[in-house]
């Protein structure tokens, strides 16, 4: 498959996400895009990390780590991928006017590729997957990761290709500072695997797992009810 093909496809993909003519859907989409939204979730994975680490120095190990892999993804799209491909947005491509629909008159200033959004969602996600390793929580936190990556597509802001690279980008991050945490983790203690029916195997308590599940359960359904009163 040439390059031109590989855009016709990044263009038609686009075309089949992006808007759907339902104001429910588009406010909806809007809301779950929004960083602002998932502020408790962020939180509540702060929690999840304070309650299950004995010292501060864990808890800082964590805290630097999802920070490290936030600062190099944002740090080398924002400063250097994006000004060197320059991609137009699909709202703003000559090929796309009147194909494409905006949401509401919704924006993103920048270039496209590639997507912010979506590399920090799997920054997120892959990071907390690999720290709390447990598989409904790993599934339930790419799930809320692809959904917020999907919304930009919806939106009329990225390309799926855009998007595509972002999930790659943030994952193959958190990949790597999850390896360093790791290393530093294992100087301050010793233990790495816990065998209990109330912890995961890194030692993370599956009720507060649960706790952070269900503020992100609670999160999609106020997110639903903000559609609602904005229609």
């Not at 702060?46 to 800082?60: D, G, M, Q, R, S």
């Not at 997507?115 to 599934?139: C, E, G």
């Amino acid at each position: 498959m040439d390059l031109d093909a590989l855009q016709e496809l990044d263009k038609t993909v686009l075309l089949a996400f992006n808007g759907s003519g339902n104001l429910f859907m588009d406010y909806f989409v809007l809301t779950l895009t929004s960083a602002y939204t998932w502020i408790a979730f962020y939180v509540s994975l702060l929690y999840l990390v304070v309650k299950n680490n004995e010292n501060w120095l864990k808890i800082v190990l964590v805290i630097g780590a999802v920070a490290l892999g936030l600062m190099i993804v944002d740090g080398a799209n924002l400063a250097f991928v994006k000004p060197f491909v320059a991609r137009l947005r699909p709202l703003e491509a000559p090929g796309l006017q009147g194909l494409v629909v905006p949401a509401e008159h919704y924006r993103a200033e920048g270039y496209s590729f590639f997507s912010s959004h979506a590399a920090n969602a799997f920054v997120v996600a892959v990071f907390f997957s690999l720290l709390v390793r447990d598989r409904f929580f790993t599934a339930i936190l790419v799930a809320w990761s692809t959904v917020v990556s999907l919304t930009r597509l919806y939106l009329g802001v990225h390309y799926p290709s855009d998007v595509l690279t972002g999930m790659l980008s943030g994952s193959a991050v958190a990949v790597f500072v999850y390896g360093l945490y790791r290393r530093l983790y294992i100087r301050c203690s010793d233990k790495l695997h816990y065998i209990s029916t109330k912890y995961t195997r890194t030692g993370y308590s599956f009720a507060d797992v649960d706790a952070v599940l269900c503020i992100l359960l609670l999160t999609f359904i106020y997110a639903a009810f903000r559609a609602v009163l904005s229609i």
